[in-house]
């Protein structure tokens, strides 16, 4: 036989056989799950909470009562918002400690893609990285041609000469001028 196809031990029809075993069993643990969970959530609430005996008791009686579980309900509330409290926190919390995390490593990473290269090609390339790094960079420089105008600015002759034409009233009228 070849590598790619290997002897199964058991027949299709005994893997489905099993299949619907397993489904069937993991249906009724599923049931009892949840039986289990009604019944611990009720013997749970039988506990904390007593059952309310109104029967007999005076308008004054039933306001205190009332007043009571007023109370017990602002407790509960109170508690449950500082629980809430603490969760958000830790979850922001969280969030920073998994960004320090991320930057410490380096940010995400990008997915490399695979590229194919024939051993010539590789060859090819790395013999030109090595003549382009002697290569004289001067020559793949632009020229770049200068008009007479930015010559004759760019060699003024003697400063004082030009100093002396450019003060005064001439000498602004001229920069206007050009």
């Known amino acids: 036989m070849s590598e790619g196809q290997k002897k199964t031990k058991y027949s299709a029809t005994r893997r489905l056989l099993l299949k619907?075993?397993?489904?069937k069993k993991a249906g009724v643990l599923?049931?009892?799950?949840?039986?289990?969970?009604?019944t611990e959530r009720e013997s749970v609430l039988s506990e904390r909470v007593p059952p309310l005996k109104l029967s007999g008791l005076s308008v004054q009686e039933l306001q205190e009562l009332c007043k009571e579980l007023h109370r017990k309900c602002d407790t509960v509330d109170e508690a449950r918002y500082d629980i809430e409290a603490k969760v958000l926190k830790n979850e922001k919390e969280l969030v920073d400690l998994n960004a320090k995390i991320n930057e410490l490593?380096?940010?995400?990473?990008?997915?490399?893609?695979?590229?194919k290269k024939s051993a010539d090609a590789m060859l090819?390339?790395?013999?030109?990285?090595?003549?382009?790094?002697?290569?004289?960079?001067?020559?793949?420089?632009k020229t770049v041609k200068k008009d007479k105008k930015e010559e004759e600015k760019a060699d003024p002759g003697d400063w004082r000469k030009n100093v002396e034409s450019m003060s005064g009233m001439e000498g602004r009228k001229k920069l206007f001028n050009s």
């Open 105 to 115: 490593k380096g940010g995400k990473r990008p997915n490399l893609k695979r590229v």
């Open 30 to 38: 599923l049931v009892q799950e949840q039986s289990n969970k009604v």
């Open 20 to 23: 619907q075993k397993l489904l």
């Open 124 to 141: 090819g390339a790395l013999t030109e990285a090595k003549l382009s790094s002697k290569a004289d960079f001067k020559s793949n420089l």
